[in-house]
């Protein structure tokens, strides 16, 4: 069996998974003040079974974490624990930006996606709102956003009357009240955001793409753009089954 992990600025989320690629078990957990012993607790919890393990492959953009994770896990499995950027990814993906500007979820998303025959835009929103571009197996670079949520919770802080609000769809631009107001500022804010820097990129590239959206605010926006999507919540841990074949 192998452990796969995604190791995010908020969230870490870990899979155990058999050799035939079968999700076993997922477990997810907050990626700040991770300790050797909130590792153990979550383990056990988990009933995972060390011996039995062969592989391990994060993806990772927090290097302190990643770095406590890799120990724990080393250690009571007596395996290497792997960073998606630390193999040799040069048979499964080209890439025509500078390789350590790019993160490696990033990277594992666009090899989840590569076929011969579709270019994609990979749209996903966590705590930054990324978007990567992946022409004919080649990852051509992205933009990065500031996170829905990330930039909801700075305008609550900063802001004394602005009161932290869950986001959801609004079917009026012009709000009657300070919670509604920030709704539709949000709301029809990041729709035309994201709307409009997929309009450029095809304009730019004078390619067309497939949309594939993920993470945690897709659920809100995948129908409420003009453009059409596929939302794909798997995308990462396909791309890390993928990158462990090159594990030997």
């Given amino acids: 069996m192998y452990i796969l992990g995604d190791i995010g600025n908020t969230e870490t989320k870990?899979?155990?998974?058999?050799k035939k690629n079968h999700i076993i078990k997922k477990i997810n957990f907050s990626s700040k003040e991770v300790t050797n012993y909130k590792l153990s607790k979550i383990f056990k919890k988990y009933n995972f079974k060390f011996k039995d393990i062969e592989k391990i492959l994060f993806c990772s953009v927090v290097p302190?974490?990643?770095n406590l994770i890799k120990k724990f896990l080393s250690k009571k499995t007596n395996n290497k624990c792997y960073e998606v950027k630390s193999l040799s990814l040069k048979s499964l993906i080209k890439i025509k930006v500078d390789y350590k500007q790019v993160g490696s979820d990033r990277i594992t998303n666009a090899i989840s996606l590569m076929n011969n025959k579709n270019n994609f835009i990979i749209l996903d929103f966590g705590t930054a709102t990324t978007f990567d571009v992946l022409v004919q197996n080649?990852?051509?670079g992205g933009i990065i956003a500031p996170g829905v949520k990330l930039s909801l919770n700075s305008l609550s802080d900063k802001a004394t009357l602005i009161p932290r609000i869950n986001l959801k769809k609004i079917n009026k631009v012009i709000g009657n009240n300070t919670i509604s107001a920030v709704r539709s500022g949000f709301f029809w804010g990041y729709a035309g955001l994201i709307d409009n820097i997929i309009?450029?990129?095809k304009k730019e590239t004078r390619k067309t793409f497939k949309v594939i959206i993920t993470g945690g605010f897709s659920d809100l926006f995948k129908n409420s753009i003009k453009t059409k999507v596929s939302q794909?919540?798997?995308i990462t841990i396909k791309g890390l089954i993928k990158i462990s074949r090159l594990i030997k």
Avoid at 14 to 18: A, E, F, K, Q, T
């Fill in 138 to 140: 080649t990852y051509y």
């Fill in 232 to 234: 794909n919540q798997d």
């Fill in 199 to 201: 309009y450029l990129i």
């Fill in 64 to 66: 302190p974490t990643f």
């Fill in 14 to 18: 870990i899979w155990l998974v058999s």
